[in-house]
């Protein structure tokens, strides 16, 4: 397999217990459909406040518009066009996505940025709850009211947030 940003043959490597492809040129890495989700679900490494600080100080990517992230990016596994995606929807943390196969290209230093965002939304999700339950409580309370449609009730919601979550780390359409 070659690398589509820089033709290098990528190399397989183990990141976490899942065997991706990684460029030893660019620092970029290829994973099929389902690995990305593995890797940050499984939480096997955890980064810590520092090292946490120096990944987003490292890999700050500036947002931008995906509509102006066309790469035009060739699978390297089944050749079709790439498609950008704005990682968790508005992080800035642009992939690239197959549409045919759903593997995933990610350049230099993305996976761990992806990691860090993952572990704080994880962290922090507790305290959002505690903060924030009151409201989406009421919020759940006045669309039930107003369309009729029963709506996830707490404790529930964390199992909903949970939903979430993990349809945006699959990055499920």
Known sequence: MRCPRCDTTLSTIDYEGVAIETCSSCGGEWLDDTEL????RIREETFSAEERRVLEGATRIPGIPVVDAERGIVCPTCSATTVPVNYGGDTGV????????????????ELEKIQVLTER???????DLRKYGARLEKVATELEGRNKVA????PLIGGFVN????GILDLQP
């Open 151 to 154: 709506v996830s009730r707490l």
């Open 37 to 40: 989700g593995h890797i940050v």
């Open 94 to 109: 642009i992939i690239d996505r197959c549409p045919e196969c759903r593997g995933i290209w990610l350049d230099g230093g």
């Open 163 to 166: 939903a979430m979550v993990n």
């Open 121 to 127: 939304w994880k962290d922090e999700l507790p305290e």
